[in-house]
Every structure is written in C-alpha cells, then in structure tokens.
C-alpha cells in the first residue's frame, strides 16, 4: 500500500476509479470539492461547489455526475462548472445527500 495524496483533506470520500483516464476521483464533502488524481502525472485537479458534495460517478455519456447538498450536478473539468440535472427535497432545509453509488444498471442511488 503507498499514500498516493500527501494534501491535508478533511474528509475525503467516494472514490471511483476512471480507468479511462487513469484517474482516481473522490470527493471532499466538508471542502465543497470534486477532485480527480491523475496517476501519471501525480496532479490532482479540483471543481469546488456550492454545496457539501458527497459522492461523484462516471457518465455513460462521459463526463461526472456529482450529489451536491440535495442537487445531481454534471461537472466539466474544463470550466469548473456544476450544472444541476435534478434537484430534491427543497422543502427540507438542512438535508443533503449523505453517499451515492452506481449499480450494474447505471442507476445513482443517493
């Protein structure tokens, strides 16, 4: 096992492995931010959000899907951007996804 990340991040969660890419993707919820480590370069890119963001998956489509307090938000690297697809529980102030994973049928359940 070797420590790939040496950044101090606060709580860093669910990760995906971007085989594409060679990327590890996580995110740190408390920070607000999706980040992606290119392991062969040994960067690590960052798209900070609006909201605690608690876990990321890959597009069929290409591209991330991220929950962002009670928001499904597409990222794009280039920009920095979070682009809300679906937004639930409004009514309810202080909720906010907590986790978030992709089954064998490509559902995120959150």
């Known amino acids: ?3 790939v990340l ?9 990760p995906v492995w971007e085989e594409a890419s060679n990327s590890l993707l996580f995110v ?3 920070a607000k931010k999706v980040c992606r480590w290119d392991s ?3 960067q690590v890119q960052q798209v900070t959000v609006d909201a605690p963001v608690s876990s990321v998956a890959l ?3 290409g591209g ?4 962002v307090g009670t928001k499904f938000c597409a990222l794009n690297w280039e920009d920095q951007s979070a682009v809300v697809l ?4 409004k009514d309810k102030k202080n909720n906010r996804f907590n ?6 049928a490509g559902r995120y359940f959150a």
């Open 28 to 30: 740190d919820i408390p």
């Open 59 to 61: 597009r069929q489509s």
């Open 86 to 89: 679906a937004t639930v529980d």
């Open 6 to 14: 040496r950044e101090n991040w606060r709580c860093g969660e669910s």
């Open 40 to 42: 062969l370069s040994k």
């Open 99 to 104: 986790d978030g994973k992709v089954d064998p």
């Open 64 to 67: 991330y899907v991220a929950t």
């Open 1 to 3: 096992i070797e420590c």
